[in-house]
């Protein structure tokens, strides 16, 4: 290797890097610089290519360089979402445009926020969850955080929650409570019942949902199935207990990626997002007035329940739904194996770490700790046992009967968007009638009063005659275009509900499709069934031998 030429490549990408303000502008020049080099060290591709890929490794990435005939192509990807040449680009941009020393100002924070996600629409990345990875990993640096400080986003609002050291302490003791065979009531109904109701506006089984989906893309490509599974109940006790602390101290009931074990906003409006949103329509004395009081109640949530008491209501919701996470969880690996003909890498990545979870279930047994765990076969209630490739089978059928149905269903749904809106321009023209009719009511009376005075004023001048007779036509005239209004809206609302009764025919069609969809894949419907009931059996029998003896 020409070890001068590497070093030279080396610095011609360091000098693009610290001169441009963005990742893609920086990846363009050096395109330039390295073909500007490449063009008198035709024979030294190699040492030009390990400098790039080199170079672009120790800033989180992964280059796959190509010499064309008159340019060099550079591809690149992130390996590292927390620490990569698009973190420090944002970096550097922020710190540019604002003094980081009013940061830990909220307000200021979030403006700061807005910026970096503003910057970030601008780069070549489209993953929502890849640009908030790198958003928090940037603002956690300037804002100065710990690497095991958790930082999210409600509403683009920063959360900041310091990595809590006593929770540490508690996790021995986590591990042991949420044991299945320790049965014991871990809370009174009374305190039970007061995080019930203070959770009440949370939707805790699709909180539970999220956590669940978001171990599993977080985990399942970066752990081997035994790891995995003897971490994946402690994982979600824990990332529970993080997303129902953060509700009750008025946070976001969001439920996206976990960063430092807190949850992210996955673009839903939390109830505090709605209040707000509400405010805007009262004065603002009143909306400072409901701001205060939300914040005491959601002050007062919060300070009602320690860490280890919302760790204990978690395990007990784990115990008593374990069953569904189960079930999610089955179903999440198995739509997983079931994206292996999407191209994006990613769910390639995904895809590769499905098929070995779904292998790992082989009926054989493993040693861990010291301790032998029985992995079962994934055998269902017809005693069929299910290999990889007759999951992978049944999921390409499964895949195409669901898309079949799933068109029927979109139509339904269109369909009944469409009926919404007919009912609704229905029932504006019946008020629109109604207010006519009135007016017809009124311009009767005003005529009939107006043709009598015409019938007194018969011996008076002529023009008082005439000005009485205008102003009778005038209403006359009034009178014939609200008929004709009146009969136009009746024109339209019979047309409509001529309408209706086709979309309603269109409607059953689609549910006949439906239904003959299932008729015709009864079987096939009922065989997945099994699989995803027998696939969730295996998981949940080696997690808890695992939780109890391992």
């Known amino acids: 290797m020409n070890q001068g030429l590497y070093l030279e490549s080396i610095n011609q990408m360091t000098k693009e890097f610290l001169a441009q ?17 490449l063009a008198h060290n035709d024979a030294e591709k190699d040492t030009i290519r390990k400098a790039v890929v080199d170079f672009l490794a120790q800033r989180g990435m992964r280059a796959v360089v190509m010499f064309r005939a008159d340019s060099v192509e550079i591809k690149t990807s992130i390996t590292n979402p927390e620490k990569n040449a698009y973190v420090d680009f944002l970096i550097r941009y922020l710190s540019e445009k604002r003094d980081t020393k009013t940061l830990q100002n909220s307000e200021k924070s979030a403006e700061c926020i807005k910026d970096a996600f503003a910057y970030m629409q601008n780069s070549a990345i489209k993953d929502e969850s890849l640009v908030r990875d790198i958003v928090r990993s940037a603002m956690k640096k300037i804002l100065g955080l710990n690497e095991r400080d958790g930082l999210f986003f409600n509403n683009l609002e920063p959360y900041i929650k310091n990595f809590d050291f006593d929770l540490v302490e508690n996790n021995a003791k986590i591990r042991e409570l949420k044991k299945p065979s320790n049965i014991e009531s871990l809370l009174d109904s009374a305190t039970k019942d007061k995080i019930t109701n203070a959770l009440k506006d949370a939707n805790l089984s699709a909180l539970a949902r999220q956590v669940t989906q978001d171990i599993i893309a977080q985990r399942l490509s970066a752990l081997a199935p035994i790891d995995f599974l003897s971490n994946f109940s402690f994982g979600f006790i824990q990332n529970l207990a993080k997303c129902i602390e953060s509700v009750l101290a008025g946070g976001a009931s969001e439920g996206g990626a976990f960063a430092g074990g807190a949850p992210e906003n996955s673009g839903k409006k939390s109830e ?55 079930g999610i969880l089955a179903q999440g ?47 269902d209630v017809d005693s069929k046992v299910w290999s990889l490739n007759d999951i992978e089978y049944i999921l390409r059928s499964e895949t195409s009967v ?35 009719l009135s007016q017809i009511d009124m311009l009767t009376q005003e005529y009939d009063a107006k043709k009598a005075k015409s019938l007194e004023q018969q011996n008076t001048d002529v023009e008082t005659r005439n000005a009485m007779t205008k102003i009778i036509n005038g209403i006359l005239q009034q009178k014939i275009q609200t008929l004709d209004a009146i009969s136009s809206l009746k024109t339209q609302s019979a047309q409509l509900k001529e309408s209706i ?29 099994n699989l995803a009931r027998a696939f969730s059996f295996c998981i949940g029998e080696v997690i808890e031998d695992l939780d109890n003896n391992v």
């Open 333 to 379: 690996i198995l739509d997983l194996l079931g994206d292996s003909a999407l191209a994006n890498a990613t769910n390639m990545t995904a895809n590769a770490a499905a098929k070995r979870f779904v292998s790992f279930f082989d009926g054989q047994n493993r040693s861990v700790n010291g301790k032998s765990v029985h992995i079962l076969l994934i055998q």
């Open 272 to 326: 505090a997002e709605s209040k707000s949103t509400e405010s805007k329509n009262v004065d603002s004395k009143n909306a400072d007035s409901k701001s205060a009081e939300s914040k005491n109640i959601d002050s007062s949530a919060s300070a009602q329940f320690s860490p280890t008491i919302i760790n204990y209501y978690c395990i007990e919701y784990y115990r008593s739904s374990k069953g569904a996470i189960y």
């Open 501 to 529: 009764h086709k979309l309603y025919d269109d409607q059953k069609k689609a549910q006949a499709e439906i239904n003959l969809i299932t008729r015709e894949n009864k079987e096939s419907i009922r065989r997945f069934e």
């Open 402 to 436: 669901n898309t079949a149905i799933q068109a029927q269903k979109q139509k339904i749904a269109t369909t009944q968007d469409t009926l919404q809106k007919i009912e609704q321009t229905l029932q504006q023209n019946d008020k629109a009638i109604a207010e006519k």
């Open 21 to 37: 303000k963005n990742f893609e502008d920086f990846l363009a020049q050096s395109k330039v610089a390295i073909g500007a080099l």
